[in-house]
């Protein structure tokens, strides 16, 4: 009794589940990692509870978002490149 | 904008939020329950959403069925405190967003209770090692919250490492979710965790139901052949992109690597707590005081040096859920104007001797700097290395923690140093030969991330609704 959805990560549309994270969504489809640091390294969860900001994502043109915090709506715009 | 000013405000909707809320209510106040997170549960009771309903969900839990009971409940979920507002005669006014999770249109709401509960919780603290921001090296909490509310195994060979009964848990999560554990290594050695578990025995009969819930937690380790070994560690995580592999090392009792005892295991994940903080900000900024472990300060019916304002749970002192519970049902009666009874105050100190027993058994030793590079990244953030805060300490020559963070960088990045702030504190306490100003870092003036401008168009809204 889940209800399927559909979120577009980087203008490629990805299956998830009603209820899921954003994180949740992206491990669920085999991604570790989607952030970069200044420095060039790659990040992904590390913390899972909202505390140590290395999941940050672009939701729908918004910045900033912990992608371990934020439930995936469905039709969401989800962007790993920061936008200037 | 209007004010609400309920009889007692319980923020924290964990173990010890809940049994707050619910125990208030019961002596007769009029209570409004919050949390930040979409459901109830906290650390603990941690489970899929309402649109994932799961028929086996108390597979994955302890004391399910009190949870049924408790969460009964109103709670106010995705609301977010970012504020408390101090007041010199009566509790702080708490500022609140309400929406997703840091959405940019989330309703503004603002509390001025006549008693608040505290009940936030801890982190996880992890110590820093070489390789540790490589993807696939999470917190052990994060491989405990995505097996309980997405169902999600972080790997196939999962090394489980760090120190504390919390490890076991996590190892029980992540084979219930379907991860192979390769192995749980405690930093300490038999000589400590056996001094600490076995004193006084007749209090840990007290607790049986926490003993009955770590005998569990065995068994699964001993049916899936998950070797648990003390005195190791991991003290290096390689790959490019990814974690591949560790190397674990046997530590003194010190927690010092021992030269000569290095071991690689090929991983996918590694999963690493060694210990918790409390989460203090909102008692920071209501003025409540802290003990030296930098969590706050309780009287026995669970006040705090702030008039008015109550805590329970992690953010009093770390000693699991069943304390988290009995601390909650004495601070809420407290708040809700009542006094528990002699039974509820016992369950309260007999589950703080349990904490107390935690401390000795497992505590952080100061020997585990011994497995830092200089190009191992202390500060995650603004990727600040160990040799980056020895050389800052040497040039500058100061002893204050604020102008070596400012000089630094360490800790000053958008965690405001939630990951590394106590380690980065440590290790400066060591390279200047004593800091001035220790345990600054838990006081951040904002309890949360906001945006200027949603405050600022939630202000706007709330103006043009005012003449109505
Ligand atoms: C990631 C993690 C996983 C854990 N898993 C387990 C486990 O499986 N088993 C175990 O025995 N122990 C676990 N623990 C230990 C756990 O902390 C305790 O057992 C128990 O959950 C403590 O209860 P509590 O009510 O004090 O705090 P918590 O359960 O942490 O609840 C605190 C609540 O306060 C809310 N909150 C905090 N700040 C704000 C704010 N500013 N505004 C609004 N809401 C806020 C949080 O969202 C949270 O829901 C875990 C700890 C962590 C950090
Ligand atoms: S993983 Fe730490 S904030 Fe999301």
Not at chain 2, 107 to 127: D, H
Not at chain 2, 260 to 279: K, L, M, N, W, Y
Not at chain 2, 333 to 348: D, H, K, V, Y
Not at chain 2, 430 to 439: A, I, K, N, V, Y
């Amino acid at each position: 009794m889940t209800l399927p959805i559909t979120v577009v990560v980087d203008g490629v549309a990805m299956p998830g589940v009603a209820g899921q994270t954003v994180a949740g969504v992206l491990m669920g489809a085999g991604r570790l990692s989607w952030r970069t640091t200044r420095n060039g390294r790659p990040r992904g969860v590390f913390c899972g509870i909202g505390v140590c900001h290395d999941c940050l994502v672009v939701v729908n043109g918004l910045a900033d978002v912990r992608a371990c915090q934020r439930r995936a709506i469905d039709g969401d715009e989800i962007s790993t490149e920061e936008q200037a | 904008m209007s004010v609400e000013t309920p009889e007692v405000l319980v923020v924290g909707a964990g173990p010890a939020g809940l049994a707050a809320a619910d125990a208030a209510r019961r002596a007769g106040a009029q209570v409004v329950l919050l949390d930040a997170a979409g459901d109830a549960g906290g650390q603990y009771w941690r489970h899929l959403p309402a649109e994932r309903p799961a028929a086996r969900e108390r597979i994955l839990h302890h004391g399910w069925g009190k949870f049924t009971a408790l969460r009964g409940q109103d709670v106010l979920t995705d609301a977010q405190v970012w504020l408390a507002e101090r007041h010199d005669d009566r509790p702080p006014t708490l500022h609140v967003l309400v929406g997703p999770a840091d959405g940019r249109d989330r309703v503004r709401k603002t509390f001025a209770p006549k008693a608040l509960v505290l009940a936030t919780g801890a982190y996880e603290r992890t110590l820093p090692f070489p390789g540790w921001d490589l993807p696939g090296v999470f917190t052990a909490g994060a491989a405990q919250a995505l097996a309980k509310s997405e169902r999600i195994a972080v790997g196939r060979r999962v090394l489980v490492a760090g120190a504390g009964p919390f490890l076991l848990p996590v190892a029980s999560s992540l084979v219930r979710t379907g991860a192979g554990v390769v192995g749980v290594l405690e930093a300490n050695g038999w000589p400590r965790l056996a001094r600490g578990w076995s004193r006084r025995p007749a209090e840990l009969l007290a607790t049986r139901h926490k003993g009955g819930e770590l005998a569990g937690y065995v068994r699964d380790l001993v049916r899936h052949r998950i070797p648990y070994r003390a005195a190791t560690a991991v003290v290096a995580a390689h790959g490019t992109d990814r974690v591949e592999a560790v190397t674990v090392a046997r530590l003194d009792p010190r927690w010092a690597p021992i030269a000569g005892t290095d071991e690689q295991i090929e991983v996918d994940a590694v999963c690493v707590s060694h210990g918790f903080v409390p989460r203090v900000e909102l008692a920071v900024s209501a003025g409540c005081g802290l003990d030296a472990y930098g969590a706050v300060v309780t009287d026995d019916d669970g006040r705090t040096t702030v008039a008015g304002v109550f805590a329970a749970g992690e953010i009093t002192g770390v000693g699991g859920a069943d304390l988290a519970l009995a601390e909650g049902v004495v601070a809420g009666l407290a708040a809700a104007g009542s006094a528990a009874s002699a039974a509820q105050r016992r369950a309260r100190s007999d589950n703080q001797a349990f904490a107390a027993r935690l401390e000795a058994a497992h505590g952080i030793r100061p020997g585990w700097t011994g497995w830092l590079g200089d190009d191992t990244l202390v500060c995650r953030c603004e990727e600040v290395t160990a040799g980056d805060l020895r050389a800052g300490a040497a040039a500058t020559e100061s002893r204050g923690l604020r102008s070596l963070k400012l000089s630094t960088r360490a800790g000053l990045g958008v965690c405001q140093g939630r990951v590394c702030g106590r380690t980065v504190e440590e290790l400066l306490h060591r390279h200047t030969g004593g800091l001035l100003d220790r345990g600054r870092t838990e006081s951040r003036p904002l309890a949360a991330f906001v945006r200027l401008g949603e405050l600022a168009a939630t202000e706007q809204v709330a103006e043009e609704k005012e003449p109505l």
